[in-house]
């Protein structure tokens, strides 16, 4: 099975940037979007066609946003993580499977001069303890842009970004805490002391074409799943976003 998610930066342009080639190329069983700044309404293309697909908008039109593409239909699908001031802005879809639930968040970024890194470390908590509480009925697949770099590996300029925002000490120890509730970072499983795999890049100074990025995207499973893995990686080299596609695959 093959898993891919991206954060699209506006779905609508990334169809115009080449999504739908993408995804005909790339044939994802599941495919998971983040950012599409859309709703389902507002956008349409000929892919859709072989998937179920699921949207959670935001309720702030042209922002955020998360949708799900599935070839095999869910058992259930809900919205959110079931905390209004959380779930106003289309981040969370769930999708229940036999085996998994799969995750597909779009976790908020912290913003400049960390003003919205109090609620953001209220979101860790509250996501972890929802992802958690699914984990105890059947293992969890999270995906997404979790805003963040985890360890001086994820990040070109480390030091230089020591307080920004997706690498502030507390945001790290939120991402410290996943791992220590048993959740594997897949591309880390494979890849444990690889650098410069990054998969977002700043639009200035040419920092994509200089690979001066950080690994904020991921595919994250229960441990109880370690033994279905087969592989993880970043397509770094798959253009129409600031972020490129993160993919897992499972046996």
Same mark, same amino acid.
């Given at each position: 099975?093959k898993?891919?998610? /991206? ?20 044939n ?5 979007l983040?950012? @599409?700044?859309?709703s ?25 946003? @998360? ?55 209220? /979101? ?7 992802? $958690?509480?699914?984990?105890?009925? $059947? ?8 805003n963040?770099?985890h360890?001086e ?46 998969? /977002?890049w ?11 990025? /950080?690994?904020?995207d ?27 596609p ?6």
């Amino acid at each position: 099975m093959k898993l891919v998610s /991206w954060n699209v930066n506006g779905i609508r342009a990334a169809l115009g940037k080449g999504l739908g080639d993408f995804v005909t190329g790339a044939n994802p069983d599941i495919l998971c979007l983040q950012e @599409t700044k859309a709703s389902p309404d507002q956008v349409s293309a000929p892919f859709f066609e072989d998937f179920h697909h699921y949207w959670n908008s935001a309720e702030k039109k042209g922002y955020s946003g @998360t949708v799900v593409f599935t070839r095999e239909e869910p058992r259930a699908v809900s919205f959110g993580i079931g905390k209004p001031k959380h779930d106003k802005e289309g981040r969370v879809l769930t999708l229940e499977y036999d085996d998994f639930y799969l995750v597909n968040v779009y976790t908020p970024n912290s913003q400049n001069e960390l003003r919205r890194l109090d609620y953001r470390m209220e /979101w860790d908590k509250d996501f972890l303890a929802y992802v $958690k509480k699914l984990e105890k009925t $059947k293992p969890v697949i999270f995906c997404g842009d979790l805003n963040v770099a985890h360890q001086e590996i994820d990040i070109a300029r480390p030091k230089q970004n020591r307080r920004n925002a997706g690498f502030t000490d507390e945001e790290r120890a939120g991402f410290d805490n996943i791992v220590a509730a048993g959740f594997i970072d897949s591309f880390r499983h494979f890849h444990p002391e690889e650098p410069d795999h990054y998969s /977002w890049w700043s639009y200035r100074a040419g920092a994509r074409a200089k690979n001066i990025g /950080w690994r904020i995207d991921y595919f994250c499973v229960s441990g109880s799943l370690s033994k279905n893995l087969k592989s993880a990686s970043i397509l770094s080299d798959v253009m129409g976003s600031d972020h490129c596609p993160v993919v897992l695959d499972l046996k």
